[in-house]
């Protein structure tokens, strides 16, 4: 898979319903397979939980409120879905969800039977090939049952003539997974715009949902993710600000004893060198995040004058319109020689900090509306003037720097280093306690709209 991914389908912003009672499925006949191929759209997964008393008839109805579908595997990824109450219908056993064209889910089936009744899930998604999973925990949410089942011990597919795989079967295990939902507290968070002209500051609000296992017996750190739901922001003179939640990232951790770092750091490069075309520009991007430090990674390239995400990604283009859907690299009919942009990031630095610390990646993808068009408030009613699909911000309860470097091309122009400092969590229930969580990252763009710009997030729970 490329280091700019672009995802197809972003999944709509909901939550599980916190009054959701708990049914484990521990002990169900279990199994489940995954293909990872190149390219998202043809990724593949098979489900199977059944022949389980806790499945029993009366069902509850999916057709008249929906469900909340969530798979998680720790660091190979998530997804989070919600399944519209309009695709589900009724079944000789139970009910059945057909997923529309390109919709990461294909179909779930609740069943009840004789025998104990069943789940079965088909999805156009997969655990990433690059991270071997050390469990899928799936979680079926439909009006007050939350149905829960975990699968451990997988095995690699062996064939290597078939795309990566992975199998878990056997009886299912406990769950551990616990989340935990909190409003964003606009008096106690910032969120700022920063450019060669101007900083901005922003009033963020939303909500934040951070998904960590339980602790085992004798275990201090144990995989945690998160999602950031955030509200529109109109930034005057510029449009609509809307970072928008994509599909999940790999897990980060939950360190209760705070006895790793967990530090971020993030480098964003108008121009790292001149690139023949896209993936050029993502070997040379590579290469640089590796000379930054060993624990840096791409998350961000793109070749100037050619389109990054969206339907013409790899295209060439003069125009942000040449791009639907992504953005046209470098500024609107002036891109100068074909410098590659370059974003590497870095979580797990710094000292020990001595008390419970939180890491996670954001999903965030994002979209400013022009605001001659429109300029509302509102995402998705304008004309969008640049789009970045979803990718996996590093995000901290300790401290997060980032800096840009050769700002909109002007060689040894910087913007920043810009440092925030979190608020630690709560162990193990994360969110809580008289002291709210508080997480830091940044989120930075190249481009014509805001020119080169950085986004300081500092958000913090309400109590």
Known sequence: ???????AALLSLSFMPSAAAAIDLAGARSAAVFADRDGVARDRGIIRVGRDAAIAAPLPDPTEQGAHLEISTGSAGTLDVELAAARWRRTTRGYRYAGGR?????????LSGENGGAIMIRTRWAPSASVSPTHI????????????????SPGAAPDPERPPGFAFRGAAAPCRSQKHTCEIDPDASDLVLHNLVVSIPLTPGGRMTFDCDAPGEGESRTPCSCRIDLESVLILGVGDLCLTAGPGCGAGALDCAGELGADVDVVSDHNIGVC??????GELCAARCAELSGSHEPILSACEAFCAGG???SQPCLFQQDCPGGFCAGRDAGQSGRSCHCVCSASGLGQPPG??????????????EDVEIQGDGVCGNGPPALTIAPLCQAMTTTSATVLGRNVIDVRGEELGPFTRVGAAPRC??????TAPLGIVGSYTTFGRTTADAIFEMSLRCRN
């Open 1 to 7: 898979m490329g280091r700019y991914v672009v995802i």
């Open 102 to 110: 390109g919709e990461l889910v294909r179909s779930v089936n609740l």
């Open 137 to 152: 925990e799936i979680r079926l949410v439909v009006g007050a049952d939350d149905y829960c089942a975990r699968l451990e």
């Open 276 to 281: 023949e075309d896209n993936p050029d520009c």
């Open 311 to 313: 339907e013409n990604d």
């Open 355 to 368: 008390e419970p610390s939180l890491t996670c990646n954001a999903s965030l993808g994002l979209t400013i």
């Open 428 to 433: 193990p229930e994360v969110v809580g306690g």
